[in-house]
């Protein structure tokens, strides 16, 4: 029932450059490579993991990318639980920044109107997503990057970017038939459950709780139930007593959710209420709230009108998903590309 609010992390802007731009498979790095991209395996100079037209690839930013997709991707760092596995995952992100250099390659090929200045407000941007200054050095120096690394790839980022949007993503073109197409024949898709939008007042405590605290916690939920029916603003209310972190920003609320997307209590009591109502005490694992109604959507049908937007960006993402695959397969049928880790079968049990 709680909302985060989290700035971008540093590592997570790194990957997005090193694999969402540069690879659509970036969600499957956790499974066997594809190796067919490199040439040879050869003996390198040391501490280099791969040449790429020549361009040498460091073992630093391969153990860098590593690093920083196993910190933000808790499932991929739970699929890595062997040596052999964590081999494949190696040669799988190095897979990966092979196709980002051969990218990059191309990109500079581009010439882009205003590109400093491009680098330049990404790097703002990326900046202000920190609460201050030190925040971002703090960053910066766990992952062993300066400010200049972060801006070659920054700058990486906005060549690969150009050159998708200049070779692939301009080209597409879909048609109000291939929406409508998509739209009948995935009807049973186009759905939407009933939701409610809720706010709520949460006063903590835990469910196997002391008598005592229990009864303090009672005390304080029917003191400000008895304000909620005495006409005070519950938003107020929210703001000023709730327990739930994200209530002095939101005042309480918790925007539409559908049945099953908060504990069965909750639930149950949200969907009873009629627009406007606001419930009794109710007690769940996490305390005791005040629920009031904001709103209720029926289940329904979503029309044609309604979903054509998002099936369009639905079928040009797919296209583009399936362009750049072809795209990378000819840069590197194109290429000389050499590197250190070997693939191998997985050793039998």
Known sequence: MKRKFRTISLCGFILGLLFVAACPAAKETAKTPDTAAVDQVEELPEGVVAKVNNVEIPATELTQAVNAALGQNPQIRGMVTSEDKMADFKKSVLQKIIETELLDQEGKKLKIADFDAKVDEKMA????????????????????????????KVAKGVRIETLLNEKIRKEISISDEDVKSFYDTNKD????????????????????????????????????LARVKKGEDF???????????????????????THGQMVPEFDQAAFALKVGQTS?????????????????KPAREIPLKEASENIRKYLENTEFQTRIRKYLDALQKAAVVRAALKAEAPASK
């Open 235 to 257: 938003k107020k209310l929210a703001r000023e007593n709730s327990e739930d972190p994200s209530a002095k920003m939101n005042g309480g609320d918790l925007g539409y959710f």
């Open 189 to 224: 898709k186009m759905k939407e459950q009933e939701s409610v939008r809720a706010s709520h007042i949460l006063i903590r405590v835990a469910k196997d709780a002391p008598k005592e605290e229990e009864e303090t916690a009672r005390k304080k939920i029917d003191d400000l």
């Open 125 to 152: 941007s990326l900046k202000k997503s920190f609460p201050d200054p030190q925040k971002f050095q703090d960053a910066l120096a766990k992952q062993n990057m300066t400010e200049e690394d972060l801006r070659q």
């Open 280 to 296: 009794d005490v109710i007690r769940t694992s996490f305390g005791f709230h005040i629920i009031q109604c904001v709103d209720k």
